[in-house]
């Protein structure tokens, strides 16, 4: 499986992004879908995970109520909605799925927010 994660970039403090994961295999196929990141330093941290059997996410404490997790079944495609951003969510954010308990990843977009 293949991800192909886009739509990072540099905002300011406050500002909203929209990130894009597109899997080379049906969203359908998956288990679980997620968001993470990676700030400098520190570890890889989830941000949002998506059961496709449940269709519910759950989020991360200090993202809940500004991040919203989403598909597109029809263009095969999962979204990452970031509001109200800020300095702290700084960081390389990478889509991840399971698939028969098998991890994939995909390559990293880099978040930038500005104070």
């Known amino acids: 499986v293949q991800l192909q994660a886009s739509g990072g970039g540099l905002v300011q403090e406050g500002g909203s992004l929209r990130l894009s994961c597109a899997p080379s295999e049906s969203i359908f196929s998956f288990d679980v879908m997620g968001w993470y990141r990676q700030a400098p330093g520190k570890q890889r941290e989830v941000v949002a995970v998506?059961?496709?059997?449940?269709?519910?996410?759950d989020y991360a404490d200090d993202v809940k109520g500004r991040f919203s997790f989403s598909t597109d079944g029809a263009k095969n495609t999962v979204y990452l909605k970031m509001n109200r951003l800020k300095p702290e969510d700084t960081a390389v954010y990478y889509c991840?799925?399971?698939?028969?308990?098998?991890?994939?990843w995909g390559q990293g977009t880099q978040v930038t927010v500005s104070s």
């Open positions: 991840s799925v399971q698939q028969r308990r098998r991890y994939y």
């Open positions: 998506f059961s496709v059997s449940g269709g519910t996410a």
